[in-house]
């Protein structure tokens, strides 16, 4: 979905509280209930001082900010996973055939927050992982709920994750995020990164995203910052 797409979606969805929310440049999504999950029982242990993780979950915009602004985070960078390096394009992931899914590269210290962490943050108010294959106005395979692990380890932290929140009826219906291993993460186009810093009263924004960030501050105080972690730092 093209952002001009996004906003006509986010519009159709909700016209007056998406107006107000752009004439107001304040969050406004009505529906947005944060929902703080609990820890993972198993988490893994930290390897040096920097490590990758990778997830998806909708519109890699609001990903990306809600990570941003976690302290350990030294980047979160929009792009492509789950597909092929020529298919690693907005236009043909667009789609929905090419088997990638809009999707985030955070890079952190592991001596500040671990990969158990990420996922908690990934869980409570980066997405839903109970929809299938859509997020808000978004739907299509390439929207879907997905995890990206880049070893062993995280890959058994993640599905043991997903199944005790599962166990733990965190949710009000079944966990449907994926875990997907052995695959390969391809930056998106530039034009993507930085998207909620640079646009905070686009309506998609306004009505989807800033609502994370809110949540974000309120349900984990001693992991937000107010300064992002940007891909172009902003220079004064």
Same mark, same amino acid.
């Given at each position: 979905?093209?952002p001009?797409?996004r906003f006509f979606?986010?519009?159709?969805?909700?016209p007056?509280?998406?107006?107000a929310a752009?004439q107001l440049?304040?969050p406004?999504?009505?529906?947005?209930?944060?929902?703080l999950?609990?820890?993972?029982?198993?988490?893994?242990? @930290?390897?040096g001082?920097q490590?990758? +993780?990778?997830? =998806?979950?909708g519109?890699?915009?609001g990903?990306? /900010?809600?990570?941003q602004?976690v302290?350990?985070?030294?980047?979160?960078?929009?792009?492509y996973?789950g597909?092929?390096a020529?298919?690693?394009?907005?236009d043909?992931?667009?789609?929905g055939?090419t088997?990638h899914?809009?999707?985030?590269r955070?890079?952190f210290n592991?001596?500040?927050?671990?990969y158990?962490?990420i996922?908690?943050?990934y869980f409570?108010?980066a997405h839903?992982?109970?929809?299938?294959n859509r997020?808000?106005?978004?739907?299509?395979t390439?929207?879907?709920?997905a995890?990206?692990p880049?070893?062993d380890?995280q890959a058994?932290?993640?599905?043991?994750y997903v @199944?005790?929140?599962?166990?733990a009826? +965190?949710?009000? =219906?079944?966990?449907?995020?994926?875990v997907?291993? /052995?695959k390969t993460?391809?930056?998106?186009?530039?034009?993507?990164?930085?998207?909620?810093?640079?646009?905070p009263t686009?309506?998609y924004?306004v009505?989807?995203?800033?609502p994370?960030?809110?949540?974000l501050?309120?349900l984990?105080?001693?992991?937000?910052?107010?300064?992002?972690a940007?891909v172009?730092p902003?220079h004064s």
């Amino acid at each position: 979905m093209t952002p001009t797409s996004r906003f006509f979606a986010a519009a159709a969805a909700a016209p007056l509280l998406v107006l107000a929310a752009w004439q107001l440049g304040a969050p406004a999504r009505a529906d947005e209930e944060p929902r703080l999950v609990p820890p993972p029982s198993v988490d893994e242990t @930290a390897k040096g001082a920097q490590e990758v +993780a990778v997830v =998806a979950g909708g519109c890699f915009w609001g990903v990306q /900010g809600v990570f941003q602004h976690v302290k350990g985070v030294n980047s979160a960078l929009a792009g492509y996973d789950g597909g092929e390096a020529d298919t690693a394009h907005y236009d043909m992931t667009s789609r929905g055939d090419t088997g990638h899914a809009e999707s985030v590269r955070i890079t952190f210290n592991p001596n500040e927050i671990s990969y158990g962490r990420i996922l908690q943050i990934y869980f409570s108010v980066a997405h839903d992982p109970t929809e299938l294959n859509r997020q808000g106005p978004d739907s299509g395979t390439q929207y879907r709920s997905a995890i990206f692990p880049t070893d062993d380890e995280q890959a058994k932290v993640a599905k043991a994750y997903v @199944a005790q929140l599962d166990a733990a009826h +965190a949710f009000a =219906a079944p966990i449907v995020t994926k875990v997907e291993p /052995g695959k390969t993460f391809y930056a998106a186009e530039d034009y993507h990164q930085d998207f909620l810093f640079l646009n905070p009263t686009y309506p998609y924004i306004v009505y989807n995203d800033l609502p994370k960030i809110d949540n974000l501050k309120r349900l984990f105080p001693d992991a937000y910052r107010a300064n992002p972690a940007l891909v172009h730092p902003v220079h004064s």
